[in-house]
């Protein structure tokens, strides 16, 4: 299967402790998206990669999560000292570099966050 | 950011029906693209559309990119249960083409 791949699909987690989830996005595309969605909401974009440079983060973004794409192919992002209101599924999608393709972007089947 | 509205916010229909959802939005879009998610699941691409006017089909699925370039429509035809799901439009937007979303479409289809 050559689609997106996330991992983990399920993550529970106490209130405080540290998460990483990690995306393998496409082999050919190169830019990398990352995406929260919560309950009776549509994705919400949250970082946005071209190669191995983050260039784009959105407010949503608190100063708690970060995201890393270290060599341009897979990316991981880290949630610090989790909330409650980090639960919800963490969405990655990838697109090609150039041409219609570059409007198209294939979602991973999500991480499911968990905050008790 | 960008709003997309989508209607209905559900529907319930029959095994074999045809069904219309529409997106709109306030601001204009020259990419409308159409996702469907199942539970658990990401959002899979359907169809996308790149021209004011254009109509596309993807087997039973039909969707339209609006002249105005402020809506799209899609359309089910002889729905059956794997239809079931939410339906999403997106649109991207800005130097990065990050997608924006409306609320979705949610399709439930009695056998």
């Known amino acids: 299967d050559t689609g997106v791949s996330q991992d983990p699909r399920h993550k529970i987690t106490k209130r405080g402790q540290n998460v990483t989830f990690r995306c393998d996005p496409i082999?050919?595309?190169?830019?990398l998206y990352w995406y929260r969605q919560t309950l009776g909401q549509g994705p919400e974009f949250l970082t946005y990669?071209?190669?191995?440079?983050?260039?784009?983060k959105s407010r949503l973004l608190s100063d708690r999560f970060s995201a890393e794409r270290p060599k341009g192919s897979f990316s991981t992002l880290e949630i610090q000292r989790t909330e409650q209101g980090d639960s919800a599924m963490y969405l990655c999608?990838?697109?090609?570099?150039?041409?219609?393709?570059?409007?198209?972007?294939?979602f991973g089947p999500g991480t499911r966050l968990t905050v008790t | 950011g960008q709003q997309l509205n989508q209607s209905p916010q559900s529907m319930f229909i029959q095994e074999g029906e045809d069904v219309s959802m529409n997106c709109t939005s306030s601001s204009i879009f020259n990419t409308w693209l159409w996702y469907k998610q199942d539970p658990g699941e990401g959002p899979v691409l359907l169809i996308a559309?790149?021209?004011?006017?254009e109509l596309t089909s993807n087997g039973r699925l039909t969707a339209q990119f609006g002249i105005t370039r402020k809506d799209s429509f899609l359309n089910i035809s002889a729905s059956i249960p794997s239809d079931v799901g939410i339906y999403f439009c997106a649109g991207p937007w800005g130097s990065n083409y990050k997608l924006t979303f409306g609320k979705g479409t949610l399709l439930t289809v009695n056998p």
């Open positions: 559309l790149y021209k004011a006017g």
């Open positions: 990669f071209q190669n191995e440079a983050q260039l784009e």
């Open positions: 082999s050919e595309h190169n830019r």
């Open positions: 999608a990838s697109s090609l570099p150039t041409g219609a393709g570059l409007f198209e972007q294939y």
